[in-house]
């Protein structure tokens, strides 16, 4: 059974920072992402690791502000997310592809709110 399990989202002010954590179970990845959805708005892709390598890419409204990492022993996906900004208010959602079947899966999502 796959589980994707995301933690640390918060209310925080502008300016200031969170850092996300995605626990995976139950799935090798051969790439994880963050995705966030604001309300009203569409899912957006936010940022992507390859779990082989490390290579990272980003969505252009969080480059240079947000930093997504790994951690592959403990199967953890982290989004450190700094200088935030009320548009950046939404649920953040970790992404696995799976490396063996190709298939994707999502976790419940954790809130994060940017006000003051």
């Known amino acids: 059974q796959v589980q994707l399990v995301e933690s640390g989202g918060g209310l925080v002010q502008p300016g200031g920072s969170l850092r996300l954590s995605c626990v995976a179970s139950g799935v090798t990845s051969s790439y994880m992402s963050w995705y966030r959805q604001a309300p009203g708005l569409e899912r957006e892709l936010v940022a992507t690791i390859i779990s082989r390598n490390g290579s990272t890419s980003y969505a252009d409204s969080v480059t240079g502000r947000f930093t997504i990492s790994r951690d592959n022993a403990k199967n953890t996906v982290y989004l450190q997310m700094d200088s935030l900004k009320p548009e950046d208010t939404a649920r953040y959602y970790c992404?696995?592809?799976?490396?063996?079947?190709?298939?994707?899966?999502w976790g419940q999502g954790t809130q994060v709110i940017v006000s003051s």
């Open positions: 992404y696995a592809r799976s490396w063996r079947t190709g298939s994707g899966y």
